[in-house]
């Protein structure tokens, strides 16, 4: 993203007010649409299998996307604005098909595509606006949103299309607060078409390998840490408290990640990708240990808060395209990675499911290497600071 002038500090902190309001929205939907719609499905009568192709729709439309902008889209004011309607507006398709299962995957694809596009520009906004440090201090609303959309539903939540009309609600106040950015960031200059088709992924084969990795090894986490740990013998009380242990330590890391991100971005991803294998195999190693599980809980700070914050940011050195590389970032870590982490892990489930993740992990991790020695051979076609 090209700046056409130099951001004053009144503009910066004029951004920061719906910059964190958008945070706070975006992954409070993001909770209600992971947490609790599953369990809403199943109301409805959908087989495990339909919710598992229900869910692999958004994350594989966030894969695809960015190859459609690379082409023949750019990401602009007005196209995120349009994304964020058509956020809303698949949620409001999501109560008239919902008891139809093509019909419902339908709406899935659209407002999986959609939630693809506007995360990607936010982060790039934020990246080139805030400082570091105040980046971390104004993401962390989003798992702030996250955590107490999650409290907030457990409690009231009664009847299934209850969820719905919250999923409707912040859709719309999604939609609000990132017409206040778009506003306030309108004099931006965005890439053009021209610059996005020289982009390609295959300068640096190595880092998206290691991201999709990554992601991919946390497939068993996310979908299966709670069904494992009551396996073995950790109360569902317990668990809800290990789960929001990590959210807790991510929130911490955020505030305070910022004299981390002075240093070398790609040493941080280094370590964050190798003290994620080690989380995993903590896991694998003792499961019933709550001291020791608690504990690797409390990676969560590096293994998410911190590679994420250093991985956009890292991004954000390496491409001039800064809007499409966050969009690829995330559409091959979260999206690729995260749909073929979800169904590889119900393919391994059981008691070296964790081992098997530590590997990928650890896999991850020597990719890094390999795209540090590549990285040298195109050192002239990165910013200095990307060091």
Known sequence: MKQTTVASKDSKFSLEVPLGFFYFFYFSLVGIYIIFMPKVLLSFDYSKAEIGIIY?????????????????????HTVFLVSLLF???GSLIFLGTIE????????????????????PYVETISLHTLSKSRYGKIRLWGSIGFTVIALWLGKVLT???????????????????????????????????EENRSFSLLIFPWFWLSVFLMQVSFGGFYGFFTIY?????????????LWSFGVLCEIVMLYFQ????????????????LITAVRWLILYLFPTSLPLTFASQSLHA?????????????????????????QFFLGIAFGLGGSMGALLAGQIYGERMFLIETIIALFAFTALFGHARRKTQHSTRVRPDAL
Request: positive net charge; hydrophobic residues 55%.
């Open 56 to 76: 692999a729709a958004a994350p594989f439309m966030r894969f695809l996307i960015p190859f459609v902008f690379r082409r023949f889209i750019t990401l602009n």
């Open 87 to 89: 956020t809303l507006l």
């Open 100 to 119: 139809r299962f093509w019909l419902y995957l339908l709406a899935n694809l659209l407002f999986g595509a959609a939630m693809g596009i506007s995360l």
């Open 159 to 193: 009847i299934p299309y209850e969820a719905l009309y919250y999923l409707m609600t912040i859709a719309f106040l999604t939609l609000l607060s990132g017409a206040a950015i778009a506003y306030l960031d309108r004099n931006t200059t965005m890439e053009t078409l």
């Open 229 to 241: 740990e009551t396996a073995h013998g950790i109360s569902l009380e317990v668990t809800s408290w």
């Open 258 to 273: 910022g004299p981390l991100l002075q240093r070398n971005l790609l040493t941080l991803l280094k370590s964050a990708t």
């Open 302 to 326: 590096v293994s998410f808060a911190l590679y994420h914050t250093a991985a956009i940011s890292y991004v954000f050195t390496l491409y001039t395209q800064k809007k499409l590389a966050q």
